[in-house]
């Protein structure tokens, strides 16, 4: 094997455009660079089919002048480079174990309306799923909260805005929900759910990139979820951005993290209460937003 093309998996067909270990390299340090994304080797292949799309869709026939094209900054190109990298996996009521701690969080707290941001919201299940849960908290399905979500890939933020979901994946919820929360499709639309307007309407899908300087975000959250996004980053850029979200958070405030995100490197930041939930430590309290 050519030691600098990139390896291909045993038994996979040849490739259609030309992709060099160099230009794997070149990906994840533009990656890592604007998004604090970490990509190792074993995603070698994940990054081709990944991108071999835009290159198909932008008409190049190689990665190297697909990558150069993108040395400007303000190429449009970039939008799509990074929504392409990104990993959305996601579902409604997602490691459920949180979301009762969550409505006995909001229903014993005075703060109204209740704020809570899911950060990394994805295609919008998770931040979905935090209105539903309010709902059923307060007993209303006007509920006195404000949920904001965010995320770094504007496709995913588009999904959510728009609430509309293949049947399946709502399989996991109980009549009451489905009935309470979702509309069925039927013509062209059969087969999909939507999100009702009154919970949409509690959920603002907002754009914001961790390793920004700026987030546009403003005010305190009682809750904050970011859930299955650390993973992504490195220990060092993990802290920072943790550093950062607890700020945000109000001094009872809870942080919940996903289920296999350890931050015990962050026990400066953020002190253990439960299952991957955390308050923010003690000496971390009453920090300004930066
Ligand atoms: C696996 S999904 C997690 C979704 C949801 N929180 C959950 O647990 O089901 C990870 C999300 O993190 C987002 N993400 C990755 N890097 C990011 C960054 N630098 N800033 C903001 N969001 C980022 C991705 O776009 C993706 O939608």
């Known amino acids: ?36 994304i ?5 995603k ?18 190689e990665f190297g002048t697909y990558l150069d094209m993108l040395a ?16 959305n996996l996601t579902e409604f009521f997602r490691e459920a174990h949180h979301y009762p701690v969550l409505a006995q969080h909001a229903r ?21 799923s935090l209105a539903m849960t309010l709902c059923e908290a307060f007993q ?4 006195p909260v404000d949920i904001l979500a965010t995320d770094l890939d504007t496709q995913v933020l588009d999904k959510g805005a728009a609430g509309i979901y293949e049947m399946d994946r709502v399989d996991g919820l109980d009549s009451t929900r489905l009935k309470r929360f979702f509309l069925r499709g039927t013509g062209t639309r059969a087969g999909q759910v939507r999100v ?15 390793h920004s300087a700026e987030w546009g975000v403003s005010g305190q959250f009682d809750a904050v979820f970011c859930r299955n996004v650390l993973i992504y980053f490195d220990k060092p850029t993990q802290h ?8 945000f958070l109000s001094a009872d405030g809870l942080f919940f993290a996903g289920h296999s995100e350890s931050l015990l490197h962050a026990a400066d930041v953020f002190t253990p209460i439960g299952k991957t939930v955390y308050r923010p430590a003690a000496a971390n309290r009453g920090r300004l937003h930066g």
């Open 240 to 247: 920072r951005v943790l550093r950062r979200l607890s700020a």
């Open 196 to 210: 009702r307007a009154n919970i949409r309407k509690l959920v603002r899908f907002q754009q914001l990139n961790f």
């Open 44 to 61: 070698t292949e994940m990054v081709y089919s990944r991108l071999a799309r835009r290159l198909r869709m932008t008409g190049h026939r």
């Open 72 to 87: 400007d900054d303000a190429h449009p190109e970039w939008e799509h480079f990074v929504n392409a990298l990104t990993t």
């Open 108 to 128: 014993a707290s005075s703060s109204r309306p209740y704020r809570v941001w899911s950060a990394a919201c994805s295609t919008g299940e998770e931040p979905y």
């Open 38 to 42: 970490s990509l190792n080797d074993s």
């Open 140 to 143: 209303t399905d006007e509920p």
């Open 1 to 36: 094997m050519d030691a600098d093309v990139a390896p291909r998996l045993p038994g996979s067909p040849a490739r259609e455009f030309s992709y060099a270990r160099r230009d794997f390299q070149r990906v994840r340090e533009m990656i890592y660079a604007h998004a604090g």
